[in-house]
């Protein structure tokens, strides 16, 4: 076997930290039957870390495993908290980099297109959205008439695309040749030096730092720190104009600009090589912490006899209930997309429900897998009479 080499920056050094055996490959592909749920395919994860560069990637993921298709469903948007969201980084970016009526807007990995559909809306300007799972009968806007979709992944043919600013959310966490990846966006500006780039994914300083393993998934194949985001980008020729958190510090943002080569690291936040190689190195005893932690709380609901419900059921859900093992003690997934109701979770083969579910079920425990909601699912467990105990994770 041939060593692996960073798909970052091409560095043999690279050291495995995390491994997870025969995990779901997907977790937002929504299966119609339980059989199909529990049938679907796995793959291993072992990350590892690049000493040179500080990206971390699963060494033994397998692309032939994906199966993006109008099935997937990634969607937050039936969160009013998400929402609310969406509008402040589609202002932010309209007001930073001057968006209007005469800009066009490429986005890769555009998923049911609810970002770009926001920015042409709230900025008024020409969209172009990728992905292979849009589904144009989930677009009702006003604006919809000046954005085209191609359900597609981006790629070399879509080289020819011109665009005066392009961003990508929650997509490049999925591709396994970043390197190549970045270097074929920032091919196709060329010339073209007014194009602003912008980038959002999940912080994995956050997951390492908090030892939040049920954020590691097979679907991710890739997982950067501002350093090594930064880095990928310089390398491919981007001037790096700004790194920062958002989303209570779940995500990763870069805006970038194209330059005539390769660009030096002048953002302080870059220099973070030393802080993610010791975190990297406590990692596994966080993980350790935390299934200990939660391994003991499972015992005792079981003991007692709760009921125990999980909201959200995302990638992170699937990452958890196989981690944590839980049975017959978990009586409902439940997630507000309805979309999902009555469709079964990758690999645990549990039902997704709706909020309504809850009602009958009367949960003692309800395990929130994004904090964040937390407020949000407290509302509306009230306005069905339910006031049980609540673990934001
Ligand atoms: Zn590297």
Redesign the pocket.
């Known amino acids: 076997m041939t060593t692996p080499a ?6 043999t ?1 690279l050291e495995t930290f995390y491994e997870v055996r025969d995990v779901p490959a997907h977790s937002c592909l929504m299966l119609p039957t339980r059989e199909e749920a529990l049938a679907f395919p796995r793959g291993d994860i072992e990350l590892a870390f ?1 000493h ?4 971390i990637g699963n060494v033994r993921f397998d692309a032939s495993l994906n199966r993006y298709s109008a099935a997937y469903e990634e969607t937050q948007a039936f969160s009013p908290r998400f929402i609310s969201f969406l509008n402040e980084i589609c202002d932010d970016q309209i007001r930073k980099f001057g968006l209007n009526s005469d800009t066009t807007v490429l986005e890769i990995g555009c998923g049911k297109g609810e970002f770009l559909v926001t920015l042409c809306e709230r900025g008024g300007c020409l969209g172009i959205g990728l992905d292979p799972s849009y589904r144009p009968e989930r677009t009702h806007s006003s604006v919809a008439d000046r954005i085209t979709f191609i359900r597609d992944f981006y790629g070399p043919r879509y080289a020819h695309l011109r665009a005066d600013y392009v961003c990508c959310r929650h997509t490049l966490e999925h591709i396994a040749p970043v390197r190549d990846f970045v270097r074929l966006v920032r091919d196709t500006i060329g010339e073209r030096h007014h194009v602003n780039v912008f980038f959002e994914l999940p912080d994995m300083e956050r997951i390492l730092e908090q030892g939040v393993f049920w954020d590691i998934y097979y679907e991710h194949c890739t997982y950067f720190t501002r350093g ?1 985001l930064a880095r990928v980008f310089r390398d491919a020729g981007f001037d790096v104009l700004a790194l920062y958190k958002a989303y209570d510090g779940q995500y990763l943002m870069l805006e970038a600009q194209p330059a005539a080569g390769r660009t030096a690291p002048h953002l302080p936040q870059e220099r973070d090589l030393a802080l993610i190689a010791s975190l990297v190195k406590s990692f596994k005893s966080q993980v350790t912490a935390r299934l200990q932690e939660l391994g003991a709380a499972a015992a005792r609901w079981r003991k007692s006899g709760h009921t125990v419900a999980i909201w959200g059921s995302g990638s992170k859900c699937v990452s958890l209930i196989s981690s944590l093992q839980l049975g017959d003690e978990l009586r409902a997934v439940v997630d507000i997309n309805p979309h999902k109701h009555g469709k079964f979770l990758a690999g645990s083969g549990h039902r997704i429900v709706g909020p309504d579910a809850l009602t009958a079920l009367r949960p003692d425990v309800v395990l929130i897998m994004n904090s964040i909601y937390t407020e949000e699912i407290r509302h509306e467990l009230a306005a069905r009479g339910l006031r049980p105990q609540l673990l934001p994770l």
Not at 6 to 11: F, N
Not at 52 to 55: H, K, R
């Open positions: 960073c798909q970052a920056c091409a560095s050094e690049c040179a560069c500080g990206f090594s």
